[in-house]
């Protein structure tokens, strides 16, 4: 199935892209997801505990299953006052 993930703020600057389209296992869900990318852009884990996730603009619980053509989004913890 294909997967597009949207990249936000610190995560498009570490991954170089503001978008990306994966071909993911049927099954695969959004921490199995989130893991990937941990592992292929280690500048991410400090992140790991606070990103954001959604699926098709609406939060997307980690133990969620993708479907093919789902979006995911990577945002990071936002800060301000």
Known sequence: MKVRVKLFA???EIVGSKEEE???DEG????????RYLERFPDMVKFKDHIILSVNKEYGPPALVL???????FLPPVSGG
């Open 67 to 73: 479907r093919d053509q789902d979006e995911v989004s």
């Open 28 to 35: 695969t869900t959004v921490q199995m997801l989130l893991d």
């Open 10 to 12: 610190s995560f498009r």
């Open 22 to 24: 994966l071909e993911l």
